[in-house]
């Protein structure tokens, strides 16, 4: 027993699960198995929390994974069983370590200037930076490689007999086979060449790999995915719901392929309306323990890059055999929803279909539907009709507490090579919020379905209200405390209030913080602050509810092509229609938890995708002045949007014409001497200094 906890120091467990672990299963066994625990924990040989055991902690040791920073120090986060803690490490600690190995740590004291206690790694416990994706340089007798990941603090030496074929300044793909020395660089084997570095696709396709995204499918799941047949077999069309006579259409952006839901909408006779969403049936295509499912959990989402998309299943299924494509039979999972004109659901109904969709509409073109244009074309009425609804069911959802950021994001222009010609704003059209709403009511519809069985008393499933059966839910925590604190003090000082009850603030008055400053000169800073002080959503089998969504109940539905979540619930919500037991929580918790990291990475490969081709664009830019917004403020400078070309660059304190101080309680610089000050909000006007494509930073000068 005790060394079963041991081995499992991060985590605490029920005297019933360990008893699980160690395959204790007679009541005999148990019953003794309770009092040697119970003797245990008197012993301080384990400790008890609540009704749950783990080993004696250990505290100068801890375990957890080292994150880097390009500067040259890092961090360790360890969990424990009474929460998270962060321990400051600094470079020449990290021994043999690299940037997102797991590692086992000596804490030092806590001296009383330190607001993190330090550490040093005494084990590398698992390399898991096992290959590194950066440009080639060569020598006379030999070569390096320089990481594109900056958190990876060292270049990877590369031997004569490793080089692979690789050519000076190209960027490829180097593994690490040694590192056992501080003072020496990492050993590798060049593994892929990638292309030259100057080549703008290149460029964002070695980030994307830099940052694990997976480019390429395996042999074996390729060969899987050709297996399947694209004609859907007869006795599989009869068993299911037939639904083509049904007026279904789908609405994606111009170039979308993967098409993951579609939806009808219909008048009934009581004056009601019965909303359809259908969403791919990837669960009937994707079985467990096939190659195709072990590589979508793998890689948990499809990641949408600046300049293409890298698909979490193949090709075959993810844009022909799953995607609800028009003028094609295609299987689907359904939920039809009897919907009051004032957005209520009164009655639903989930189940496998065939469908047809009739047409596959852009986001533009529905547009125009709703704006009056087309009227006689065959799907005009039936989006206008949608769109009315949709309407509604916003205003119920910010009735109910839900927060509207609205969207910061940009697209970016690239011609045929890769380069950007032009940045724009994305819009966010009535079209785009149709569709949201729609998805937002079955997601939330499913979630209900599962986690209160009774709330609509036929639809009842094999759990109960006091035991609802294991699933997935799409959760979003209150923000911490402390950040909506200091979120309060920001917006004070731009003339804005934020009420906090009980040290924290609801969503409702967030909302109204955000819809206050719409179209306000500092709308988008406190918009961005905001979303700093909000906690991160993610999947859980434990349902919290979310927070921006003001929703008690959520989970993520119809999304399967592109979402390994999605599969999930689709499986689980199967499983318990047929009846079956309630599904391991462990192992849905562990693919929770590794989903929520995937999506993490994706969207921060596809961030920093954007943030590159921002750069080259900016770079043909150097010398010229625009207007700009301050966007931030700190002590090492003042961060400014250009106005025309929609990139933030920085400012450095260096390169300002006084000595300048940093007042943290109005987020203001302000100038010894000419008492200039900058903060938030401010115009300015600005000249582009320099555009680093490497760092993905844009260096500028303000223009007196």
Do not use: W
């Amino acid at each position: 027993m005790l060394a079963f906890l041991r081995e499992h120091p991060d985590n605490a467990y029920r005297s019933h699960e360990i008893a699980k672990r160690l395959d204790i299963e007679d009541n005999d066994t148990y019953l003794r198995f309770c009092d040697v625990l119970a003797e245990m924990t008197s012993k301080n040989l384990v400790e008890q929390t609540g009704r749950k055991y783990t080993a004696k902690g250990d505290t100068r040791h801890r375990t957890g994974i080292l994150s880097c920073h390009a500067q040259g120090y890092g961090f360790i986060q360890s969990r424990t069983p009474s929460g998270d803690e962060e321990f400051f490490i600094r470079e020449p600690h990290m021994g043999e370590a690299l940037h997102g190995d797991l590692v086992r740590v000596a804490v030092a004291a806590r001296a009383p200037s330190d607001k993190k206690r330090e550490c040093e790694v005494v084990e590398v416990v698992e390399r898991r930076c096992t290959q590194v994706v950066g440009t080639f340089h060569h020598r006379t007798d030999f070569a390096f490689v320089e990481p594109d990941d900056q958190r990876i603090l060292q270049d990877v030496y590369v031997s004569p007999g490793a080089f692979g074929g690789a050519k000076d300044g190209e960027k490829v793909v180097v593994s690490i086979d040694h590192f056992d020395d501080r003072k020496a660089s990492p050993e590798g084997r060049i593994l892929r060449v990638i292309g030259s570095a100057d080549d703008p696709k290149v460029r964002v396709l070695s980030l994307a790999m830099s940052m694990n995204v997976k480019a390429d499918f395996p042999d074996a799941v390729e060969a899987e995915a050709d297996e399947i047949p694209v004609e859907i077999p007869n006795a599989e069309i009869e068993r299911r719901r037939d639904l083509r006579d049904k007026p279904i259409f789908t609405i994606d952006p111009v170039d979308a392929k993967d098409f993951d839901d579609a939806i009808h909408i219909e008048k009934l006779e009581n004056g009601h309306y019965e909303v359809g969403v259908h969403i791919a049936d990837v669960s009937h295509y994707v079985r467990p323990d096939t190659a195709i499912d072990e590589e979508a959990l793998e890689r948990g989402t499809s990641v949408y890059l600046v300049d293409r998309t890298i698909p979490m299943l193949p090709e075959k299924l993810s844009n022909q055999v799953c995607s609800l494509r028009p003028q094609e039979d295609k299987l689907a999972f359904s939920i039809l929803m009897e919907v009051t004109p004032q957005g209520n659901v009164e009655d639903y109904e989930l189940c496998e279909t065939v469908i047809h969709s009739q047409e596959r509409l852009t986001y533009d073109r529905a547009q125009d539907y709703i704006d009056g244009g087309y009227p006689d074309d065959k799907m005009a009425p039936d989006v206008v009709q949608a769109n009315r609804l949709a309407k509604t069911l916003t205003k119920k959802r910010m009735r109910e507490g839900a927060i509207d950021f609205g969207s910061d994001e940009v697209n970016v222009i690239l011609n045929e090579d890769g380069t950007p010609t032009n940045i724009v704003r994305k819009k966010r059209t009535d079209a785009n919020r149709l569709i949201e709403e729609f998805m937002l009511l079955a997601n939330r519809t499913v979630a209900k379905h599962i986690a209160v069985p009774g709330h609509m008393e036929r639809h009842r499933t094999n759990g109960t209200e006091e035991n609802p059966l294991p699933f997935v839910y799409r959760v979003h925590d209150d923000p911490d405390g402390e950040k909506i604190r200091q979120l309060a003090e920001y917006v004070r000082v731009f003339g804005h209030g934020l009420p906090l009850t009980s040290g924290n603030a609801t969503s409702s008055d967030l909302a109204d913080l955000i819809e206050a400053v719409q179209d306000e000169p500092e709308e988008q800073v406190i918009v961005r602050a905001a979303l700093r002080a909000m906690s991160k959503a993610k999947y859980a089998v434990g349902n919290i509810g979310h927070y921006g969504l003001g929703f008690d109940y959520y989970t993520h539905f119809t999304s399967p092509i592109r979402r390994y979540p999605d599969l999930m619930v689709h499986r689980l919500l199967k499983r318990y229609a047929r009846g079956d037991g309630p599904a391991d929580v462990e192992d849905l918790a562990a693919r929770c938890e590794h989903c929520s990291e995937q999506e993490r990475n994706a969207e921060e490969a596809e961030r920093e995708s954007v943030k590159l081709k921002q750069v080259e664009y900016v770079k043909n830019h150097v010398g010229e002045t625009f207007d700009g917004v301050v966007s931030g403020v700190t002590k090492f400078g003042v961060f400014v949007e250009i106005t025309d070309l929609l990139v933030e660059g920085l400012v450095h304190v260096r390169d300002m014409n006084d000595y300048y101080v940093y007042d943290e309680s109005t987020y203001t610089l302000r100038g010894e001497n000419n008492g200039k000050t900058y903060r938030p909000g401010n115009s300015v006007r600005i000249k582009v200094a320099n555009a680093s494509i490497e760092d993905r930073e844009i260096d500028l000068l303000f223009v007196e």
